[in-house]
């Protein structure tokens, strides 16, 4: 529109609510490629252990409906014991997820 003139101020200030929830759209990503090296159908439901520290505990709390609608997620365990050799590992920056998935019944 000709009439508006003048500038525009952008605020790129990245607070800890939106570097959350960059972290949690990464791990939906790679709970997605998780899901896709297992050979899961787009359609499979799925149950996911999930081992972390209290750091990544909190954002899968935080995050946990939008990750199991996004996943097709029925159960979520977290654990903050010690993962198994059968897990599959995610870095989202310094956060460390030790995920096994299995198809839900």
Do not use: W
């Amino acid at each position: 529109d000709e009439q508006l003139s003048g500038a525009v101020e952008l605020n790129t200030e990245l607070t800890a609510e939106l570097r959350a929830e960059g972290a949690a759209r990464d791990l939906i990503r790679a709970l997605q490629d998780c899901r896709k090296k297992n050979n899961y159908q787009t359609t499979d439901r799925v149950n996911l252990k999930i081992t972390t520290d209290a750091a990544g505990r909190d954002l899968l709390t935080h995050f946990a409906a939008e990750i199991k609608r996004v996943v097709l997620v029925d159960e979520m365990i977290i654990s903050t014991e010690s993962a198994t050799s059968e897990s599959e590992v995610i870095k989202i920056g310094e956060l460390t997820f030790n995920v096994v998935p299995s198809l839900s019944n």
